[in-house]
T-cell receptor, first 115, second 111 residues
Framework: EAGVTQSPTHLIKTRGQQATLRCSPI?????VYWYQQALGLGLQFLLW???????NRGNFPPRFSGRQFPNYSSELNVNALELEDSALYLC??????????????FGPGTRLTVL | GQQLNQSPQSMFIQEGEDVSMNCTSS?????WLWYKQDPGEGPVLLIA?????ELTSNGRLTAQFGITRKDSFLNISASIPSDVGIYFC???????????FGTGTSLTVIP
């Protein structure tokens, strides 16, 4: 069974541009989570999508947005890029059940560099 | 959002030594997960715990779900150089599906 996949592996942009990152969850998983991990730091929660809807977002400005498609894959968009947006962006997926315990699996990440 | 307290922040140990790290939360969790992350890669799931008091092993790794449901522990026995990396705990509250992460423990194993 294929794991969580992310593309591209690396992305280089300049300040003010827009970046689009993509994620495909494990087959059968309906929830997708996005995290930002700046160099040497922990995971900062960005967004959570389930069944095509945004369920929660972290403490990030509105220029961080995304969506989830009918096939449960997801896109993260970052507008008006700033230098401090340079980080490893991680996607994770889980199978959400009503109240049952769950496990989250991560993709390899997209390294975004803003020049 | 909630941030889990993970300690220690970093560890430098000799090859062959045992390692212990822990995570605490301010609320009750129904799931505890432990991950290892190598530089520039995504975290890899090591152990998942779903019941208070549960003790689960994965090779030289053993993790426990605390009885209070507000903490978890990870032990690594007889450490080897490839254990080097950052270990993260993660928890899921009983009331929701969002996961919260610890700040990470950086492990260095000296051969």
């Amino acid at each position: 069974e294929a794991g969580v996949t992310q593309s591209p592996t690396h992305l280089i942009k300049t300040r003010g541009q827009q970046a689009t990152l993509r994620c495909s969850p494990i087959s059968g998983h309906t929830s997708v989570y996005w995290y930002q991990q700046a160099l040497g730091l922990g995971l900062q929660f960005l967004l959570w999508y389930d069944e095509g809807e945004e369920r929660n977002r972290g403490n990030f400005p509105p220029r961080f947005s995304g969506r989830q498609f009918p096939n449960y894959s997801s896109e993260l968009n970052v507008n008006a890029l700033e230098l401090e947006d340079s980080a490893l962006y991680l996607c994770a997926s889980s199978r959400v059940g009503s109240g049952r315990s769950d496990t989250q699996y991560f993709g390899p990440g997209t390294r975004l560099t803003v020049l | 959002g909630q941030q889990l307290n993970q300690s220690p922040q970093s560890m430098f140990i000799q090859e062959g030594e045992d390692v212990s790290m822990n995570c605490t939360s301010s609320s009750i969790f129904n799931t505890w997960l432990w991950y290892k992350q190598d530089p520039g890669e995504g975290p890899v799931l090591l152990i998942a715990l779903y019941k208070a008091g549960e003790l689960t092993s994965n090779g030289r790794l053993t993790a426990q779900f605390g009885i209070t449901r507000k903490d978890s522990f990870l032990n690594i026995s007889a450490s080897i150089p490839s254990d080097v990396g950052i270990y993260f705990c993660a928890g899921q509250e009983a009331t929701g599906n969002q996961f919260y992460f610890g700040t990470g423990t950086s492990l260095t194993v000296i051969p």
